[in-house]
């Protein structure tokens, strides 16, 4: 998944006491799943050229993505705990590779099933690399210094976000658009001959991006890590019955069910904002529709730094709680004032956006026990099915009422979050 802590300088004397090489080949990876996540937004513009898709179909692209989390987070989990950090990492930039380059016979047959198997297998290497990365990079080096690693690597993760939408935008756009008028005059030949064209546009960036993680998976078999002491204590004692009393703790499953929505917004409005800047402002080109996504991820880091600085000051729920409102109130504005003003507050909202994901984490496992961190980890981890049942919805909505309309279905999953922060805040006062 996208973004999860706050970003934070790095304690420079603790880390040169860390293996430098084995922290930057996993430190690597939270860019490389930042390139897969945020190229699924401009995918779904790219298809629904390609394919003719509805706004629901198009929507898939990021139903089968988080399909993939849902069903592998606790797989993956088991499969670290069984064979080790390094073999779950491995794993999954093989899984990651192996999903990408199927999008070349995807595209030479013109098949969108296929696609959505591709996109399924790479969100299952993800699964592996988000389930095993974060907690490998807290172990690469010293304990006082887990904290800061952990903040250092997760500060590439928006740059690959970026890298992503860049990287469709220049090489996957391929700035010829039809409108379906054009598209009903011409005749079967060119049509189709459009259409395989729109599809093959990915084929070399994909056969690029699953060629480089292979050989980022090479790179890591060849380096030697280091043991650590959590691999030297292999004991599951202490997790028996954790999984039978965290889906029975309605304080934990709120947690669940707030990033639920939490991602299920945050994939839902970046996967429909080129839609919605072209449906709203007519004219736009896909390529400049693309900057609206750009622009919203720079927000996104602007905001993991003022997120950060304001929870030194007031308690994590209030600071959720504020922004969850703001985003309200951002997106009804998008559903009320289609056109340049709503554009805008959409990209505004990814401010507000950057600090849940952690957040929603961090009051999710406050206060447990080791096993139940663990296991509640894996739970938070499935909870972004969000992102494929809410993008779903809201295409489904798009398709009835409009896209402008649809984005009522976020400003509720931020009415949601708003609800859990005020619960866990309990009116918190501002701290020292």
Same mark, same amino acid.
């Given at each position: 998944?996208?973004?999860?802590?706050? %970003?934070?300088?790095?304690?420079? /004397? *603790?880390?040169?006491?860390?293996?430098?090489?084995?922290?930057?080949?996993?430190?690597?990876?939270?860019?490389?799943?930042?390139?897969?996540? @945020?190229? @699924?937004?401009?995918?779904?513009?790219?298809? #629904? #050229? !390609?394919?003719?898709?509805?706004?629901?179909?198009?929507?898939?692209?990021?139903?089968?993505?988080?399909?993939?989390?849902?069903?592998?987070?606790?797989?993956?989990? %088991?499969?670290?705990?069984?064979?080790?950090?390094?073999?779950?990492?491995? =794993?999954?930039?093989?899984?990651?590779?192996?999903?990408?380059?199927?999008?070349?016979?995807?595209?030479?047959?013109?098949?969108?099933?296929?696609?959505?198997?591709? &996109? =399924?297998?790479?969100?299952?290497?993800?699964?592996? &690399?988000?389930?095993?990365? @974060?907690?490998?990079?807290? &172990?690469?080096?010293?304990?006082?210094?887990? !904290?800061?690693?952990?903040?250092?690597?997760?500060?590439? @993760?928006?740059?690959?976000?970026?890298?992503?939408?860049?990287?469709?935008?220049?090489?996957?756009?391929?700035?010829?658009?039809?409108?379906?008028?054009?598209?009903?005059?011409?005749?079967?030949?060119?049509?189709? *001959?459009?259409? #395989?064209?729109?599809?093959?546009?990915?084929?070399?960036?994909?056969?690029?991006?699953?060629?480089?993680?292979?050989?980022?998976?090479?790179?890591?078999?060849?380096?030697?890590?280091? /043991?650590?002491?959590?691999?030297?204590?292999? +004991?599951?004692?202490?997790?028996?019955?954790?999984?039978? /009393?965290?889906?029975?703790?309605?304080? =934990?499953?709120?947690?669940?069910?707030?990033?639920?929505?939490?991602?299920?917004?945050?994939?839902?409005?970046? +996967?429909?904002?080129?839609?919605?800047?072209?449906?709203?402002?007519?004219?736009?080109?896909?390529?400049?529709?693309?900057?609206?996504?750009?622009?919203?991820?720079?927000?996104?880091?602007?905001?993991?730094?003022?997120?950060?600085?304001?929870? #030194?000051?007031?308690?994590?729920?209030?600071?959720?709680?504020?922004?969850?409102?703001?985003?309200?109130?951002?997106?009804?504005?998008?559903? %009320?004032?289609?056109?340049?003003?709503?554009?805008?507050?959409?990209?505004? +909202? +990814?401010?507000?956006?950057?600090?849940?994901?952690?957040?929603? =984490?961090?009051?999710?496992?406050?206060?447990?026990?080791?096993?139940?961190?663990?296991?509640?980890?894996?739970?938070?981890?499935?909870?972004?099915?969000?992102?494929?049942? %809410?993008?779903?919805?809201?295409?489904?909505?798009?398709?009835?009422?409009?896209?402008?309309?649809?984005?009522?279905?976020?400003?509720?999953?931020?009415?949601?979050?708003?609800?859990?922060?005020?619960? /866990?805040?309990?009116?918190?006062?501002?701290?020292?």
């Amino acid at each position: 998944m996208q973004q999860h802590t706050p %970003i934070a300088a790095p304690a420079t /004397r *603790a880390l040169a006491r860390t293996p430098l090489i084995p922290l930057v080949l996993i430190v690597s990876l939270f860019f490389l799943w930042g390139v897969a996540n @945020n190229l @699924n937004d401009v995918l779904v513009a790219q298809f #629904k #050229k !390609a394919f003719t898709l509805s706004d629901l179909q198009a929507g898939l692209v990021q139903s089968a993505f988080y399909l993939g989390y849902f069903l592998l987070a606790i797989p993956a989990g %088991i499969f670290m705990r069984r064979f080790g950090y390094k073999a779950a990492v491995v =794993f999954g930039l093989l899984l990651y590779g192996a999903g990408a380059l199927l999008f070349w016979p995807a595209a030479a047959t013109a098949t969108y099933a296929t696609f959505l198997l591709g &996109l =399924f297998v790479i969100a299952a290497g993800l699964a592996f &690399l988000e389930t095993s990365a @974060n907690p490998w990079v807290t &172990l690469l080096g010293p304990r006082e210094s887990a !904290a800061s690693r952990l903040n250092l690597a997760q500060a590439f @993760n928006p740059l690959g976000s970026i890298t992503g939408v860049l990287i469709g935008q220049h090489f996957i756009f391929t700035g010829v658009e039809r409108t379906p008028a054009e598209l009903a005059g011409m005749d079967a030949m060119a049509r189709t *001959a459009y259409m #395989k064209s729109e599809a093959a546009a990915v084929q070399m960036p994909y056969l690029a991006i699953g060629l480089g993680v292979i050989a980022w998976a090479v790179i890591i078999v060849a380096t030697r890590f280091p /043991r650590t002491a959590a691999e030297d204590d292999g +004991s599951d004692a202490a997790e028996r019955g954790v999984l039978g /009393r965290l889906p029975r703790d309605g304080r =934990f499953m709120s947690a669940v069910l707030a990033q639920f929505f939490y991602v299920g917004a945050q994939v839902a409005i970046f +996967s429909y904002m080129i839609r919605y800047a072209q449906a709203t402002m007519p004219g736009t080109a896909d390529k400049t529709a693309a900057n609206f996504i750009t622009a919203g991820l720079l927000c996104f880091m602007a905001g993991r730094f003022a997120g950060a600085a304001l929870m #030194k000051y007031l308690r994590p729920a209030r600071v959720l709680g504020t922004f969850a409102l703001v985003n309200v109130a951002l997106a009804a504005t998008a559903a %009320i004032v289609p056109g340049s003003v709503g554009i805008y507050a959409l990209v505004a +909202s +990814s401010f507000f956006m950057s600090i849940m994901y952690p957040t929603i =984490f961090a009051l999710g496992v406050e206060g447990r026990s080791d096993a139940e961190r663990k296991l509640g980890a894996s739970l938070l981890v499935m909870s972004i099915v969000g992102g494929a049942v %809410i993008t779903a919805a809201m295409g489904a909505t798009s398709d009835r009422f409009g896209i402008a309309h649809a984005m009522l279905l976020p400003m509720s999953c931020f009415v949601a979050i708003s609800l859990f922060a005020w619960r /866990r805040s309990g009116g918190g006062e501002a701290v020292a």
